[in-house]
């Protein structure tokens, strides 16, 4: 996700915070690579000569100047900064009505059907009440068959009364959903290619006749400048309450995410990150520019790495990693490397989000690393190349030779076969965050 505007963004803020001093010519230099990457993203030319100058404006503030580490602190405006851009507090649905009501706009192929699917699907688990989705995408006879498909692979119902007129339809879908209890009615609208008028009043009918409490824009994340117009004319139509972005799995460079908020005023509630039915996330603002600029306490993590870790060792391990060729024998001297880290319990609360995933509470023993040391050193340079040799006499050797038992080195061979698994993952870009 923005990989080459998150590297950007970070080298420029890596940079300053090395300085010592700021002056306003250090300053300038670091806005200018910081304008660039945001321009190089997509990001809008008007959002990003407002974050540039708020950006500005606050760095060159008395504070800064006065402030023991400048460097440090002005790392902090841009994070606070590019927070506010992406929202500042995370917003909620308004859930309020009975039944509560979403509407979700677009452009054709920018997600509706899909997420709204999602979004019943994650109502329903979230807060195990009862979702109806509402077909009201009349002119294409596949749109409906997809949401059906949909519902029905979720078990959740669709309404749908054809190619009727979809005001008569959302109408009429409110008053079932009252008379049956449902808790959310979900409509799915057409789109089109471009913005239409005709659609536009269309979906202003719908808005007016029904009064949603959410009505959502939901945008690709993939298209570029092109996406801006699109946001504008529904924002300019339509009263909005959300956004959500999808396809952000994808090769998105992050300008519309990030230019989204700024140009509705609405927030970003939600993120589509897989073609699944499952792969729908809330919107945090703060995690996802910690996300962007790659930081939380990561940076002093890596500090502390560069700082103790053999660069040219650690190159040649990365790239046996990327490779798929990593074995016991380099796993060996990443544990050296490891050890010259100090304590783990240290490192991992370093984690940004550590707290909330427990890893501040969690204990390593270090006469665990000690164990594994131990049997990784009782096998042969061989076994440590080609562990797939390892059967049951070569184990009891090495369980022997290292004072452990036989299900020890089971348990790290197996550990080992995951670690395998999570670095492939890793290289083919399937690992999420868990931030
Ligand atoms: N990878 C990915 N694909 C998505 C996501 N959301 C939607 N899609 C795909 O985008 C395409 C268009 O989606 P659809 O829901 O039909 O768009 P609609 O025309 O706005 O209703 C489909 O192939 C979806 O599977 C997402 O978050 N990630
Ligand atoms: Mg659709």
């Keep these: 996700m923005f990989e080459s505007l998150g590297e950007r963004l970070q080298n420029a803020v890596h940079k300053i915070k090395g300085y010592g001093k700021i002056t306003e010519e250090n300053i300038s230099e670091m806005m200018r690579e910081i304008r660039l990457a945001l321009l190089e993203a997509d990001v809008n030319y008007k959002v990003v000569k407002e974050f540039i100058n708020n ?4 760095a060159l503030g008395e504070e800064v100047q006065k402030s023991l580490k400048p460097g440090e602190l002005f790392v902090k405006i841009v994070k606070d900064e590019l927070v506010e851009l992406l929202g500042g507090e ?20 920018s997600g ?15 807060y195990h009440k009862k979702p109806l989705l509402v077909a009201c ?35 009429n879908a409110l008053k079932y959903a009252k008379e049956n209890n449902y808790d959310y009615v979900l409509i799915d609208t057409a789109g089109r290619l471009h913005i239409d008028e005709t659609l536009m009043d269309e979906l202003e009918n719908i808005q007016k006749s029904i009064m949603p409490e959410e009505t959502i824009l939901v945008v690709d994340s993939m298209t570029g400048q092109d ?9 300019n139509k339509l009263k909005l309450t ?129 164990h594994i040391e131990a049997i990784v050193l009782s096998m042969t340079p061989y076994e440590r190349r080609h562990p797939e040799v390892l059967k049951a006499s070569r184990k009891v050797r090495i369980a022997k030779g290292s004072g452990r038992s036989v299900e020890e080195v089971n348990k790290l061979l197996k550990q080992f076969e995951e670690m395998k698994k999570m670095m492939k993952m890793m290289k083919n870009g399937n690992l999420k965050m868990p931030f």
């Excluded at 596949?142 to 979720?154: E, R, T, V, W």
């Excluded at 801006?228 to 924002?235: A, P, Q, T």
């Design 55 to 58: 950006v500005k404006e606050k």
């Design 90 to 109: 995370k917003k909620d649905l308004n859930l309020n009505g009975n039944p509560a009501k979403l509407m979700l706009v677009g452009l054709q192929g």
């Design 112 to 126: 509706k059907t899909t997420t709204i699917a999602k979004l019943a699907n994650m109502l329903r688990k979230k």
């Design 137 to 171: 995408d009349v002119y294409r006879p596949a749109a409906i068959d997809q949401l059906k498909q949909l519902g029905k692979q979720l078990n959740i119902e669709v309404y749908d009364e054809g190619n009727n007129n979809p005001v008569d339809i959302s109408n």
């Design 227 to 235: 996406a801006i117009n699109v946001i504008e004319g529904f924002n």
């Design 242 to 370: 959300g956004a959500i972005l999808t396809k952000l799995d994808g090769d998105t460079r992050g300008g519309v995410a990030l230019s989204v908020r700024h140009l509705t005023n609405v927030p970003i509630k939600f993120i589509g990150v897989s073609e699944k039915l499952d792969g729908l996330e809330e919107f945090y603002p703060d995690r996802m520019a910690t996300r962007i600029l790659g930081m939380g306490d990561i940076m002093s993590m890596i500090e502390k790495a560069e700082s103790v870790i053999d660069e040219k060792e650690a190159m040649e391990t990365a790239k046996k990693m990327q490779q798929g060729k990593f074995d016991l024998e380099d796993f060996l001297t990443q544990l050296n490397q490891i050890k010259k880290l100090g304590p783990l319990e240290n490192l991992l609360k370093l984690i940004p989000g550590a707290s909330k995933m427990g890893l501040n509470k969690v204990k390593i023993n270090p006469k665990d690393m000690a």
